[in-house]
């Protein structure tokens, strides 16, 4: 299956007839027409506010009218003596502009950005140590304005100023929000710069392209004109008269939701260099969107490459490849994957500001997938209960929290024993991310892929509660946990709070704890002592040291053939 306009093609073997059959019945219903008409009975019956949820589809043509408006504003910060910026914000609000940030960088003249989206003590000291508080702006995110991180970050970093000689209190702060929420009041009352209000119509996850995503953009220096046209000429390929077989979002999003139905729901992302972290926005697309009633595509980013024969029959691979990077050794990957039969879908890239494009493509493909698998794409309705749990646990005394964080229930072999073909493991990391904690976690993905064939996911805490944590709960039963925690220490003081950020970091992760714990899904908490990375590759060694999971018989032809090919090249 090839598609020339967008450079798209996919090796799909026993399940390219079913894609076909699908983007054939998808003119006989008319799926893309209607996706543009906002018709709800897409997905629901009954509207349920999906009508409203559809902004996306049009806000890259609305933003062009505000990129002079936005590089006036970000040159006047430039100009205005700031070094960095710093974007206080979660889900949505934030991993849309961390993919920015890796891949573009700040322009030479440019502040240096920063994203916190942690409420761990060690991740908001990592900033700390990092800026000068009386020239940096920081940007408040978030489209709800109540979200319990955003404040508690806002609080911290507004007492940091304040006490900052030289300083211009509320004009170092700017926020991103929807119109009436109670940041724009705070905004207000503090004396914020500016306010960007977005247009209420667009879920987080899809708002990328809207001030969430511009701003950031903006303020590092990025071609907001060429981005925004990578964007809309993606936006024109998948427009309402364009036959689904040559409608680039459209094809994605039937082999995702075919494939997802058939088993092959490990969408497994595989990135040229350039745009290596933009699985962290996919994830949290993929994820809060389909993972709810049961169903839902398990996004897999970042994990390390293993030989073919070691994968099971329940991946679907990706690959964007920008052309202008070194692939040589991706290519190679991804060619032995497609030679051993795994289905793969190619996404080709001239640049690394087409990312722009690839932000459109997966937001259709990702409704288009809601379809086929029968969900809402654009609701999240199991994210509130980890905020409720955490609400509670911080009612309760600071020691019962602390208690909370260093126990831990089972053993890492116990919790691998009960894995089944099919299923995959989530790491949720309460970490402050560091070169040695990252070596180390790697290891641990690498082990469970070789030794029990489990496809891993890896999530930040409390990051993932606003990414992936809807899958975890509302998704297919088909996931372990692995919570690792570290001791959260020293600590950091909340302004106006009786919680410290450590104690919120612990009820968080005690939260979240609970809600998989009722919902039936396996989780372990290990408990990290101060050297993080060594206990974190002890785990990586008693998990090699687990029965491994016997190889399906598909797996134990690719091993064999596998071995007959090195045999006979030595």
């Known amino acids: 299956m090839t598609s020339p306009m967008t450079a798209?093609?996919?090796?799909?073997?026993?399940?390219?007839?079913?894609?076909?059959?699908?983007?054939?019945?998808?003119?006989?219903?008319?799926?893309?027409?209607?996706?543009?008409?906002?018709?709800?009975?897409?997905?629901?019956?009954?509207?349920?506010?999906?009508?409203?949820?559809?902004?996306?589809?049009?806000?890259?043509?609305?933003?062009q009218h505000q990129i002079?408006?936005?590089?006036?504003?970000?040159?006047?910060?430039?100009?205005?003596?700031?070094?960095?910026?710093?974007?206080?914000?979660?889900?949505?609000?934030?991993?849309?502009?961390?993919?920015?940030?890796?891949?573009?960088?700040?322009?030479?003249?440019?502040?240096?950005?920063?994203?916190?989206?942690?409420?761990?003590?060690?991740?908001?000291?990592?900033?700390?140590?990092?800026?000068?508080?009386?020239?940096?702006?920081?940007?408040?995110?978030?489209?709800?304005?109540?979200t319990i991180e955003v404040r508690s970050l806002f609080a911290y970093f507004w007492g940091l100023v304040k006490r900052a000689r030289g300083n211009t209190g509320g004009a170092q702060f700017v926020a991103i929000t929807d119109p009436g929420t109670s940041l724009t009041t705070l905004?207000?009352?503090?004396?914020?710069?500016?306010?960007?209000?977005?247009?209420?119509?667009?879920?987080?996850?899809?708002?990328?392209?809207?001030?969430?995503?511009?701003?950031?953009?903006?303020l590092l220096g990025v071609d907001l004109s060429t981005l925004l046209a990578r964007a809309l000429e993606m936006e024109r390929a998948c427009g309402e008269r364009v036959p689904p077989e040559q409608n680039p979002g459209a094809t994605l999003g039937a082999i995702l939701g075919v494939l997802g139905r058939a088993g092959r729901?490990?969408?497994?992302?595989?990135?040229?260099?350039?745009?290596?972290?933009?699985?962290?926005?996919?994830?949290?697309?993929?994820?809060?969107?389909?993972?709810?009633?049961?169903?839902?595509?398990?996004?897999?980013?970042?994990?390390?490459?293993?030989?073919?024969?070691?994968?099971?029959?329940?991946?679907?691979?990706?690959?964007?490849?920008?052309?202008?990077?070194q692939n040589a050794m991706t290519d190679r990957q991804v060619t032995a994957l497609e030679r051993a039969g795994h289905p793969v879908v190619r996404l080709r890239l001239r640049d690394r500001t087409d990312v722009a494009a690839e932000f459109f493509r997966w937001e259709f493909a990702t409704a288009t997938a809601g379809h086929y698998l029968g969900v809402h794409p654009f609701d999240q309705p199991d994210v509130q209960e980890a905020k409720d749990r955490t609400a509670r646990i911080l009612k309760e005394s600071v020691a019962k929290v602390r208690a909370m964080t260093a126990?831990?229930?089972?053993?890492?072999?116990?919790?691998?024993?009960?894995?089944?073909?099919?299923?995959?493991?989530?790491?949720?990391?309460?970490?402050?991310?560091?070169?040695?904690?990252?070596?180390?976690?790697?290891?641990?993905?690498?082990?469970?892929?070789?030794?029990?064939?489990?496809?891993?996911?890896?999530?930040?805490?409390?990051?993932?509660?606003?990414?992936?944590?809807?899958?975890?709960?509302?998704?297919?039963?088909t996931g372990l946990f692995l919570e690792l925690v570290e001791p959260f220490v020293p600590d950091v003081k909340i302004p106006g709070q009786r919680y410290t950020f450590g104690s919120l970091a612990a009820a968080q992760a005690a939260g979240d704890f609970e809600a998989l714990q009722t919902r039936g899904r396996p989780i372990l908490r290990v408990a990290l002592g101060r050297r993080r990375a060594a206990t974190i590759t002890a785990v990586a060694r008693a998990a090699t040291r687990g029965p491994t999971r016997p190889a399906t018989g598909r797996q134990a032809r690719l091993r064999r053939k596998a071995a007959q090919n090195r045999a006979a090249r030595r």
């Open 8 to 63: 798209m093609t996919a090796s799909l073997g026993a399940l390219q007839p079913e894609v076909e059959a699908a983007l054939s019945r998808m003119s006989q219903i008319r799926l893309i027409p209607r996706l543009w008409a906002k018709d709800h009975t897409l997905w629901k019956p009954e509207p349920r506010e999906i009508g409203n949820r559809l902004g996306w589809l049009t806000i890259a043509d609305q933003m």
């Open 68 to 146: 002079l408006p936005l590089q006036e504003f970000a040159r006047t910060i430039r100009d205005g003596g700031f070094r960095h910026v710093v974007l206080l914000g979660m889900g949505g609000s934030s991993l849309g502009p961390e993919v920015l940030r890796c891949t573009f960088g700040s322009a030479p003249g440019y502040p240096l950005c920063w994203v916190l989206d942690s409420t761990v003590p060690g991740a908001i000291r990592q900033v700390t140590r990092g800026i000068q508080p009386a020239r940096t702006l920081f940007i408040v995110a978030s489209k709800s304005g109540g």
């Open 187 to 218: 905004a207000q009352d503090y004396r914020f710069r500016t306010t960007f209000l977005n247009q209420p119509d667009i879920g987080g996850r899809y708002s990328v392209l809207s001030y969430f995503g511009l701003v950031p953009a903006s």
């Open 265 to 325: 729901d490990k969408v497994t992302l595989i990135t040229s260099p350039s745009i290596g972290s933009f699985g962290l926005w996919a994830e949290q697309l993929l994820a809060e969107s389909t993972g709810k009633d049961g169903k839902g595509l398990v996004p897999v980013a970042d994990e390390p490459p293993a030989p073919p024969e070691t994968y099971g029959n329940d991946r679907l691979f990706v690959y964007l490849r920008v052309e202008t990077d």
């Open 407 to 477: 126990k831990t229930s089972g053993e890492v072999t116990d919790l691998l024993a009960r894995a089944k073909a099919g299923q995959y493991l989530a790491i949720l990391a309460y970490l402050t991310p560091s070169p040695k904690v990252e070596a180390a976690l790697k290891k641990l993905r690498l082990a469970l892929l070789i030794r029990h064939r489990l496809a891993t996911t890896l999530g930040y805490g409390p990051r993932y509660l606003h990414s992936t944590g809807q899958l975890h709960k509302g998704g297919p039963n």
